[in-house]
């Protein structure tokens, strides 16, 4: 069974920095896509940053310059940096767990940890 463990939120002042992790369990780490989404309050599920296995790297417009994605397949987990932070950068962070095989697709989710930026 897979399992994806998030860390890392809180609080934080405008302009400040927070670094997220989330260690996944219960399969093959290195062969998925990880990736972070954030969901405000009132708000659907956006897409943040993205690294297929084979390093490749994707980023929203809204955090490109500001967030970094990272993964450490040795431990299982997957990193965002984010510095610069913003009220608007203001959502439960969710890691998620993405492999297309071809026959069947694999689609993990962590259980979300807050972040709040604000003065």
């Known amino acids: 069974q897979v399992q994806l463990v998030e860390s890392g939120g809180g609080l934080v002042q405008p302009g400040g920095s927070l670094r997220l992790s989330c260690v996944a369990s219960?399969?093959?780490?290195?062969?998925?896509?990880m990736g972070w989404y954030r969901q405000a309050p009132g708000k659907q599920r956006e897409f943040v940053a993205s690294m297929t296995s084979g390093y490749n790297t994707n980023y929203a417009d809204s955090v490109k310059g500001r967030f970094t994605i990272s993964r450490d397949n040795a431990k299982n987990t997957v990193y965002l940096q984010m510095n610069s932070l913003k009220p608007e950068d203001t959502a439960v962070y969710y890691c998620?767990?993405?492999?297309?095989?071809?026959?069947?697709?694999?689609?993990?989710w962590g259980q979300g940890t807050q972040v709040t930026v604000s003065s």
């Open positions: 998620n767990m993405f492999r297309d095989s071809g026959r069947l697709v694999y689609n993990y």
């Open positions: 219960g399969s093959i780490f290195s062969i998925y896509t």
